[in-house]
């Protein structure tokens, strides 16, 4: 099983970006557990960051006929982007959608998930967690 791991805007300054929220781990920690999980649970991990809602478009539809999974944590795209809905929809590989922190409980407008629509699940509040979540739930683990 290969499995594609997205992050939008801003994840690359974790360790940095409000530590009081998101705590004092980087993205590289982030990285390093993914991969040792995937290598755990036997799947392929791929990795892919950007700050660019096209770049992250770009990605997913790279991912057409190449990954069984997509885990994706769209950042602030969560709540203005029909682009990346459209492209996860267009590729038809089950998604799930991370958020480290619980949106639900910040900001009124980050109650709003466009992205949500196509998935098939939502993992929100357990920080890094929430990505081997994820990447269990793909790949059948404990299911």
């Known amino acids: 099983m290969n499995i594609l791991v997205i992050n939008g805007p801003n994840l690359n300054m974790l360790g940095i970006r409000e530590p009081e929220i998101y705590g004092k781990a980087t993205y590289a920690d982030l990285c390093r557990l993914i991969?040792?999980?995937?290598?755990e649970i036997g799947v392929e991990v791929s990795l892919y960051q950007s700050n660019h809602e096209g770049d992250l478009v770009d990605a997913i539809q790279q991912a057409y006929g190449k990954a069984d999974g997509i885990v994706?944590?769209?950042?602030?795209?969560?709540?203005t982007s029909v682009a990346i809905l459209?492209?996860?929809?267009?590729?038809?590989i089950p998604a799930v959608e991370?958020?480290?922190?619980?949106?639900?409980a910040r900001d009124e407008f980050?109650?709003?998930?466009y992205i949500r629509a196509a998935c098939v699940k939502t993992i929100k509040?357990?920080?890094f967690d929430g990505y081997?979540?994820?990447?269990?739930?793909?790949?059948?683990?404990?299911?």
């Open 110 to 113: 980050r109650k709003i998930s």
């Open 125 to 127: 509040g357990h920080g």
């Open 72 to 79: 994706i944590n769209p950042g602030a795209y969560t709540h």
């Open 86 to 92: 459209d492209a996860l929809k267009a590729v038809g």
């Open 98 to 104: 991370v958020h480290i922190s619980d949106p639900d």
């Open 132 to 143: 081997l979540e994820a990447m269990d739930f793909l790949a059948g683990v404990n299911q």
């Open 35 to 39: 991969e040792a999980h995937a290598a």
